[in-house]
């Protein structure tokens, strides 16, 4: 079965950081890109980051550019996403999908063509 599930969400004050988590069962993470999305109630799927598949080094939104970073361990199939310096404005669910390519242009991650998608993390961000 092909699935990803995201881990690792949770309650965090203001300027403090958290760790996701992504695992691939049923294929190999290093055969695709990799995106992190993220989507707050009443609000659009925002895309965070993604990495490609040969790459080491990720792309970031703008909204998240120097805050994040993104890393993929390929040994054991997982993805991650370092949040540092959160905001309340991060608080959403946090989801990673998986594509043929990044699909990112001039500081956006776009969602068009993520195929398999995680049931997502909460990510709260609040004193």
């Known amino acids: 079965q092909v699935q990803l599930v995201e881990s690792g969400g949770g309650l965090v004050q203001p300027g403090g950081s958290l760790t996701l988590s992504c695992k691939a069962s049923?294929?190999?993470?290093?055969?695709?890109?990799i995106g992190w999305f993220r989507q707050a109630p009443g609000n659009e799927r925002e895309g965070v980051s993604c990495i490609g598949i040969s790459d080491t080094r990720a792309e970031y939104a703008d909204s998240v550019k120097g805050r994040f970073t993104m890393s993929r361990d390929n040994s054991k199939n997982m993805v991650y996403l370092r949040m540092d310096s959160l905001k309340p404005e991060d608080t959403a669910t946090y989801y990673c999908?998986?594509?043929?390519?990044?699909?990112?242009?001039?500081?956006?991650?776009?969602?068009?063509?993520?195929?398999?998608w995680g049931q997502g993390t909460q990510v709260t961000v609040s004193p």
């Open positions: 999908a998986a594509h043929f390519t990044c699909n990112y242009r001039r500081g956006t991650v776009y969602s068009t063509g993520y195929g398999t």
């Open positions: 049923g294929f190999r993470l290093d055969d695709y890109a």
